[in-house]
């Protein structure tokens, strides 16, 4: 049974006001709020384990080893790994993409291709940028239509032994539209032998995922938008190409042996992980898992798509409010402006006074605000314990801002 009050009483950072109203929270795809179970993890871990992990004989020590192993198969269960070290704590999916575009330096040489979307987040841009500066590579950009579809004709017309990358996000997160992945990675394996990297940072929170099935080489996403903390996330690897890639940072605990004659690397997911990890963190992100586990994915996912329809159609009702990517398959997100109101952090702004969270502005996606000729949007953005209510309430608040604004 799903009971939304039930989800509610879990995140008691919801029960407050903002400006005398009660917080309406619909930021969620910049960060969501972190239900009990997870803070729990967090605080046992601080106030009866503290100790460094793997190199320590004591019994604290092994304590925190065991329970941040657990917490690794218990995030190779939730997408679906094959093999734990398959999966690489790291601070956020900006970090795993880093990781990602610095160990791959030598796949590149130049005039090899990596293809990526308009609907990137700049995480998703920036790091390949920089791998093209210091390999020569080309970057090439699927287009969207005027719903933000991701025209993928052009990925058939563009692959060529040149192509070498493909980095795409799974859902968008200016827009929430969901991305054809799935038809993105068959047709780069029938035709290229380009590794397939899927930015999950906006599905993580909203549905299930399983790599195996998806067939992607590389899967990164951030805790802290799927009710973990903030400084976690993972990024998945197929083991033989894990095995095959140079660490990114040199340091303590991604050693096998040191001299200084040569240095030998330790073994899978270690060789990834240089230094202390953030150990409490990701002992908190298994938590976070098994609480969207155990409200289930499909109630999740049923509940917050009924919230994103009933938006849209309430929002819509208001005259000379464009949507964008309103057509496009989307979760989680609603992101619009008003017909004559320029700014829509004047929008974000009188939300506010009425305790309605939302976020303005360009998202980290500039190039798809270029494409739709605008500065930015308003993005109300759900997560499991948003209500019926908070988008009334939400609708309300962008009624009361257009009187005020035009
Ligand atoms: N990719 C997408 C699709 C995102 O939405 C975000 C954050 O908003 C990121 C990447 C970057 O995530 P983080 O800042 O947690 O590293």
């Known amino acids: 049974m799903f009971d939304i009050q039930h989800i509610r ?11 005398g109203k009660p917080l309406v929270y619909l930021d969620n795809a910049a960060t969501s709020q972190k239900p009990l179970a997870v803070l729990n993890a967090w605080q046992k871990y601080y106030t009866e384990i503290n100790a460094n992990v793997h190199r320590g004989i004591h019994t604290l020590s092994q304590l925190a080893t065991e329970e941040m192993e657990l917490s690794r198969r218990k995030i190779q269960k939730f997408i679906n790994a094959e093999h734990d070290f398959e999966v690489i704590f790291t601070r956020g999916t900006t970090e795993g993409i880093n990781l990602l575009a610095y160990s791959l330096t030598a796949w590149l040489k130049k005039d090899d291709e990596i293809i990526i979307s308009y609907l990137e987040h700049h995480s998703n841009i920036v790091p390949w940028q920089m791998l093209c500066e210091r ?40 827009l929430g539209v ?27 929170p909203h549905f299930k995922i399983d790599v195996q099935q998806l067939d992607c080489d590389f899967y990164v996403f951030s805790g802290h938008k799927m009710y973990a903390p903030m400084g976690t996330g993972i990024l998945y690897g197929k083991e033989k190409i894990l095995r095959e890639l140079p660490p990114f940072h040199g340091g303590g605990e991604m050693i096998a042996t040191c001299s200084f004659d040569k240095t030998t690397y330790a073994d899978l997911p270690f060789k990834f992980e240089a230094g202390t990890p953030n150990v409490g963190g990701n002992i908190a992100l298994g938590a976070a898992a098994d609480f969207i586990e155990s409200i289930g994915h499909q109630h999740l996912q049923n509940h917050e798509n009924a919230l994103l329809e009933y938006a849209q159609q309430k929002l819509l009702e208001l005259d000379g409010l464009r949507i964008y990517g309103e057509k496009a398959t989307r979760t989680g997100v609603v992101s ?17 006074k009425i305790g309605i969270a939302v976020r303005t502005g360009h998202h980290c ?6 494409f739709f000729e605008i500065a930015g949007t308003v993005r109300a953005s759900f997560a499991v314990y948003n209500t019926f209510e908070e988008i009334d309430i939400l609708v309300e608040g962008v009624r009361k801002a257009q009187r005020m604004l035009s």
Request: charged share 20%; proline share 4%.
């Open 135 to 174: 390999t020569g590579a080309k970057l090439k950009v699927i287009p969207i239509d005027s719903d933000g579809i991701l025209q993928i004709d052009f990925v058939e017309k563009n692959l060529s032994e040149k192509t070498r990358l493909i980095s795409v996000n799974h859902v968008s997160n200016a």
């Open 336 to 352: 619009f402006n008003l017909e004559g109101i320029g700014i829509a952090s004047d929008v974000g702004m009188i939300l506010n």
């Open 178 to 204: 969901v991305n054809p992945v799935e038809e993105i990675i068959a047709l780069a394996r029938k035709n290229s032998d380009a590794l397939i990297v899927i930015d999950g940072a906006q599905a993580a």
């Open 9 to 19: 009483n879990q995140f008691p950072i919801l029960d407050q006001s903002v400006n």
């Open 365 to 370: 996606t500039q190039p798809i605000m270029a």
